[in-house]
């Protein structure tokens, strides 16, 4: 993060705006809608100025700034068609320590001016730290047809509410989960349908409820969310709410930071992530984790890579809870094998090369490879192994001993759907050795079956700058 993201309180402050032209307009309007006493440093003011200058909160000059008009200022803003003017502003502004901002140019900026969706009191900012506003402005019309104006009011009859729930419900935990229960639930439909009335008195019958019930201790759930191959773009609109639920997070070594970011801020995070050989911590003790803190009374969410019960053991987790009688929610994720064939242009099945779609596990219990080698050297079939790179040799040293032909083609994804992913191509007796040269650090995944002959051709389908399907992160070089 470049920036950190403040929303400044400038009711009654003072705002220096230079500029005649459209950005100096908005700065403008920004600032008298945020409750500002705005002074326009213009000459001749475009028409955009027209309902601006009549403000009661405004006061026009028709001259260049000068140090002494920035006195008391909290913010300078530098939108005028000349540089230098700009430029000039800028050090009046430094040498009073006035926070200042100059309009497309980031070494005069204090501090960036973001995209906002104004649902007032609910507001939005979108800021690409300057690097990509036109991106910025794009995303913001993206999600202000996500959020009806609505929301605003409803964000104004929460806070109607506030100070007599901090008076009823003493723990932040209690308030939250209340506050949850009462946005996403009837209370919040009703206010959306219009009627207030009505939802004004499911809430204060809720609040009497929860502040008798303060000291009954609140059982807790667990929701285990599958976050896909790596891609955060993957993750599903339930897996994103019930990460904005919990209270803590169990996750795991797949689990990258981009997808992290979605999590409640304040929720609690314990790393659980296992290795080949090398276990942070063992599956028993996660499952019986996951229990303990559920007994407490929290939103636990158990993060897991790719799909909770293709080859992520959640239905181990899942017995200990349900014979602990723990309430869990299972959300199934984008499986690592459909990630990472889709975003390397290797489609699973093809009428033309396979009519069948084998997954297996490398990794079997206790270390032990342990795999129906008959079964996986069957014609037009494809085998994807999940945790093999480590059996990679092996691997194909098996099937090739089992009947498979050695030019049959494979490939190792490695790091999938990531921005970092990378592809080997070769052949069941070669497989290995390319991979070796490549360095491959996992995770990955092992494709193999003629399907793979058709990376050649469809890797490139579409691969231009501005594509947004997943083929967009196949044009790479080979290795």
Same mark, same amino acid.
């Given at each position: 993060? &470049?920036?950190?993201?403040?929303?400044l309180?400038?009711?009654?402050?003072?705002?220096?705006v230079?500029?005649e032209e459209?950005?100096?307009?908005?700065r403008?309007?920004?600032?008298?809608?945020?409750?500002?006493?705005?002074?326009?440093f213009?000459?001749?003011?475009?028409?955009?100025f027209?309902?601006?200058?009549?403000?009661?909160?405004?006061?026009?000059?028709?001259?260049?700034?000068?140090?002494?008009d920035?006195d008391g200022?909290?913010i300078?803003?530098g939108?005028?068609?000349?540089?230098?003017?700009?430029?000039?502003?800028?050090?009046?502004?430094?040498?009073? &320590?006035?926070l200042?901002?100059?309009? &497309?140019?980031?070494?005069?900026?204090?501090?960036?001016?973001?995209?906002?969706?104004?649902?007032?009191?609910?507001?939005?900012?979108?800021?690409?730290?300057?690097?990509?506003p036109?991106?910025?402005?794009?995303?913001? *019309?993206?999600?202000?047809?996500?959020?009806?104006?609505?929301?605003?009011?409803?964000?104004k009859?929460?806070?109607?509410?506030?100070?007599?729930?901090m008076?009823?419900?003493?723990?932040?935990e209690?308030?939250?989960?209340?506050?949850?229960q009462?946005?996403d639930?009837?209370?919040?439909?009703?206010?959306?349908?219009?009627?207030?009335? /009505? *939802?004004?008195?499911?809430?204060?019958?809720?609040?009497d409820?929860a502040?008798?019930?303060?000291?009954?201790?609140?059982?807790g759930a667990?929701?285990l969310?599958?976050?896909?191959?790596?891609d955060?773009?993957l993750?599903?609109?339930r897996?994103?709410?019930?990460? /904005?639920?919990a209270?803590?997070?169990?996750?795991?070594?797949?689990?990258?930071?981009d997808?992290m970011?979605?999590?409640?801020?304040?929720?609690e995070?314990?790393?659980v992530?296992k290795?080949?050989?090398?276990?942070?911590?063992?599956?028993? &003790?996660?499952? /019986?984790?996951?229990v303990?803190?559920?007994?407490?009374?929290?939103?636990?969410?158990?993060l897991?890579?790719?799909?909770?019960?293709?080859?992520?053991?959640?239905?181990?987790?899942?017995?200990?809870?349900?014979?602990?009688?723990?309430?869990?929610?299972?959300?199934?994720?984008i499986?690592?094998?459909?990630?990472?064939?889709?975003y390397?242009?290797?489609?699973?099945?093809?009428?033309?090369? *396979?009519?069948?779609c084998?997954f297996?596990?490398?990794?079997g219990?206790?270390?032990?490879?342990?795999?129906?080698?008959?079964?996986?050297? /069957?014609?037009?079939?494809?085998?994807?192994?999940?945790?093999?790179?480590s059996?990679?040799?092996?691997?194909?040293?098996?099937?090739?001993?089992?009947?498979a032909?050695?030019?049959?083609?494979?490939a190792?994804?490695?790091?999938?759907?990531?921005p970092?992913?990378?592809?080997?191509?070769?052949?069941?007796e070669?497989?290995?050795e390319k991979?070796?040269?490549?360095g491959?650090?996992?995770?990955s995944m092992?494709?193999?079956?003629?399907v793979?002959?058709?990376?050649?051709?469809?890797?490139?389908?579409? *691969?231009?700058d501005?594509?947004?399907?997943?083929?967009?992160?196949?044009?790479?070089?080979?290795?």
């Amino acid at each position: 993060m &470049d920036h950190l993201p403040v929303f400044l309180d400038v009711k009654n402050r003072k705002i220096v705006v230079c500029g005649e032209e459209t950005i100096a307009a908005r700065r403008v309007e920004a600032s008298l809608r945020a409750g500002a006493n705005v002074h326009l440093f213009a000459k001749n003011p475009g028409g955009e100025f027209h309902k601006h200058l009549t403000h009661k909160s405004l006061v026009h000059h028709q001259r260049e700034a000068t140090a002494k008009d920035l006195d008391g200022a909290l913010i300078a803003y530098g939108a005028s068609e000349d540089a230098e003017e700009n430029k000039r502003l800028y050090h009046l502004a430094k040498a009073q &320590d006035i926070l200042a901002n100059v309009a &497309d140019v980031t070494e005069y900026c204090d501090f960036i001016t973001p995209s906002v969706i104004d649902r007032n009191p609910l507001v939005v900012a979108i800021s690409s730290s300057g690097n990509a506003p036109i991106l910025a402005r794009i995303l913001r *019309a993206r999600i202000e047809s996500m959020l009806p104006a609505s929301y605003g009011r409803l964000a104004k009859f929460a806070g109607g509410f506030r100070d007599r729930v901090m008076k009823h419900i003493a723990k932040p935990e209690g308030r939250r989960n209340f506050w949850e229960q009462v946005i996403d639930g009837s209370v919040g439909d009703l206010f959306m349908a219009g009627d207030e009335d /009505q *939802a004004a008195e499911k809430l204060l019958i809720q609040l009497d409820e929860a502040a008798n019930e303060k000291e009954i201790a609140k059982k807790g759930a667990v929701f285990l969310v599958g976050a896909g191959p790596g891609d955060p773009d993957l993750l599903t609109f339930r897996a994103l709410r019930l990460m /904005q639920r919990a209270d803590v997070v169990v996750y795991d070594r797949l689990i990258g930071d981009d997808i992290m970011g979605f999590v409640r801020r304040d929720a609690e995070r314990i790393y659980v992530g296992k290795m080949p050989n090398q276990h942070t911590m063992l599956q028993e &003790d996660i499952s /019986q984790l996951l229990v303990d803190l559920a007994k407490q009374g929290k939103n636990v969410l158990r993060l897991k890579g790719g799909d909770p019960f293709i080859f992520g053991r959640g239905g181990e987790e899942m017995d200990l809870l349900a014979e602990n009688n723990i309430p869990f929610q299972v959300v199934p994720g984008i499986t690592a094998a459909s990630g990472c064939s889709t975003y390397s242009g290797i489609p699973l099945t093809h009428r033309d090369h *396979a009519q069948s779609c084998v997954f297996v596990t490398a990794h079997g219990k206790d270390g032990v490879l342990e795999l129906d080698w008959n079964n996986l050297v /069957q014609p037009a079939q494809t085998v994807v192994v999940y945790m093999g790179l480590s059996s990679l040799g092996i691997l194909m040293e098996q099937l090739a001993r089992h009947g498979a032909d050695p030019k049959t083609p494979a490939a190792v994804v490695d790091k999938g759907t990531r921005p970092d992913q990378r592809i080997v191509t070769g052949t069941i007796e070669d497989l290995n050795e390319k991979v070796q040269a490549a360095g491959f650090d996992g995770p990955s995944m092992i494709i193999i079956g003629s399907v793979v002959t058709l990376r050649e051709k469809l890797r490139w389908f579409g *691969a231009t700058d501005d594509q947004e399907h997943s083929f967009s992160l196949t044009a790479r070089d080979d290795l």
